[in-house]
């Protein structure tokens, strides 16, 4: 169906299948001002080949990489724009003219999405790269003065220091006046930030246009389930190892299963604590050596604990990883060696280290998968922001339900005192029980699933699809049609008749 110049990130993400051929690549020629990449439709087309065109090397696109506007999203990374672009469209030939504008940080147009007659296509990003700004939230570096990134940095690292030692109320106080500069941030956005998303529907819609026919994919959920709810906990004290059964009893009431992150050098960790949660079928995970946010300090601080961090993890049996107050650090967070982390938010402008990866589904750090908290935490809800209930996590679990994606909430059995957290989280079982839609799972399920998805690939089986590999079981093939609505994720598309017939 597709045949690439080179590796496809976002058809490799979503499993779109496609072949990798090299010899597809000399489109622009040695000469061209800015090389490009390509991705061709393969087989015998009515109208001309049709391909997809971007710059392969974005540092020569552009200078800087920059923030900008896309149809209805925000996205990220180096645009190329100018003479450049005239330059290359003029090697390639053929009428191109503009389709959609891009506007830069300040609203103004200042490149486009091109297209000419055959109706071949060319982006003046790369997609690559714009899915690793958000996933790596590098974005965040992005047009901020160095000074400023030293100053924020040590100013983190100073709340850290102080904060094992800071009274709890004044840990309170500066973090809810912290607040009203945060609220002050137009990018991500709170409690739904849907750009990455957008920008996947956007491109989707786009490729299959350029296909002239749906797009097959694999579902990012097996068995048949359109989204998936994972229930999570860190436990921050002495006290929240007694008050575990806050939390656990009404799970346990409704049938439900969850991660509890411990901290090994903070308190003790009773074997039968452990033990009582593994055999009740949940999980045990690791949250940071000390609590002290220090873990991913530097590489030379990870280096001197991470012995330690593994020696609990095997201990533990963990497979994960959540980093306490969510710091995090993306070129470090694979070498904790654990199978996944679960330390990033989709949109948190509230924590210390505040961003988001802006992604409601799982996604690669190397080998490490990366399965991001998407509703606010119970801190933040009810602590900083002081809600009166849980009506931010019930909205957002509706949207993430309608959008396919994951619900991964954390909450902490050490505040669970609070009514407002006990009865809202309550809530927020009680509102998902009995939908035969949602897959319940453990986070190291999800990250099981997810590399099980990420090693097969859709093949054409007579006249329909087919999964090889060892998702071929459980997965199910999806099709981008074309109408999904701006902002809803791909898995909306509807089901090609042939794919009922996927598994011969
Ligand atoms: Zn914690």
Partial sequence: MFESSCQ???FDYFRVPYAVRPAVAPGAGAGAPVPVHRLAVSGPPEDGPRALLWPAAP???ARRPGRYRLAGFTFFGHVAAGPAVRGTLDQLGREWHVTEEICDAAGDPCAAVWRDGTGSVFLPFDPAEVMREFWSEGYRQIGRPAVARYGRAAILRGYYLLRPVMPRRL??????????VQDRATF????????????YAWLFDLLVTLAGRPVPFIDPWPDGRSWALVLTHDVETDAGCRDIDLLRAPERALGYRSSWNFVPLRYRVAEDTLRGLRDEGCEVGVHGLRHDGRD?????????RLPQIREYADRWQAAGFRSPATQRHWELMPSLGFDYDSSYTDTDPYEPQPGGCCSYLPYFNENMVELPITLAQDHTVFSILQNPDAEVWLAKARFLREHHGMVLVLSHPDYAHDPRLAGGYRSLLESCRGDDTV?????????????????????????GWRIEGPASARGRIRFADGTSLPGRPPAAGSAEPAAQARKS
């Avoid at 991913?296 to 001197?304: E, P």
């Avoid at 999800?446 to 099980?452: F, G, L, P, Q």
């Fill in 439 to 463: 897959w319940q799972a453990l986070p190291r399920e999800v990250a099981a699933w997810w590399r099980e998805r990420a090693q097969s690939t859709v093949r054409r089986a007579g006249d």
């Fill in 188 to 199: 991500p956005q709170w409690p739904v930030e849907d750009s990455l998303h957008r920008f």
């Fill in 59 to 61: 540092g020569r696109a």
């Fill in 8 to 10: 496809f990130a976002f």
């Fill in 171 to 180: 840990q309170l106080r500066l973090r809810r006046s912290y607040t009203r």
């Fill in 296 to 304: 991913l300090g530097s590489r030379r601080l990870l280096a001197s």
